[in-house]
């Protein structure tokens, strides 16, 4: 139970890192170009380990699932890259961003386990982060952004991030993980 948390910390710091210490900005607030650094960091860090899921996985399922997390947060990266261009926004990482630091943290954890440790391990992260996306998402960056295209974005990929929670929820209880 201890090792457990102490993992879910780790996942937290990552998402913390991924979101940022907010409010930031360059005026000291959350801006469009800081949502947008954010939100590619934040499918860059899951594209990473779930690719790790994908190819590592112990089970059928988490190797299934890692597939779909890959392959759906490619897509929304790409979503928010390409309105960034439209938009003429240049996403800007928060003051103080740690979130890759972080994510090689989380990648190298991942990386020590094997077998069913590394299912359990992939699950418990994924979990964690995606609940704290799910949060920052309806409580910090959706009230912050002020372009519409941008919050029409967010609103159409969150959905998204509560499937991937709800989708390895299930896999983490039919394994017995959570």
Known sequence: MMRNRLFERGCLAV???TIGTLPTGAAGVLDDATILAIYDQANAADIVTARLA??????DEVRA????????????????RDLAMKL?????????DTSVAEQAKAVALLQSKRG??????YLQYEVAFHQSVVEAIKGTLLPAIKNDELRNLMKSVLPGFEHHLAATRAVAAKMGVM
């Not at 994908?54 to 089970?59: L, N």
């Open 15 to 17: 998402v913390v890192a």
């Open 88 to 96: 003429k926004i240049v996403p800007t990482p928060p003051d103080n």
């Open 116 to 121: 069913a440790e590394f299912d359990e391990a």
């Open 65 to 80: 699932l890692g597939r779909m997390v890959a392959t759906d947060h490619m897509a929304a990266q790409q979503m928010g």
């Open 54 to 59: 994908a190819k590592y996985g112990a089970s």
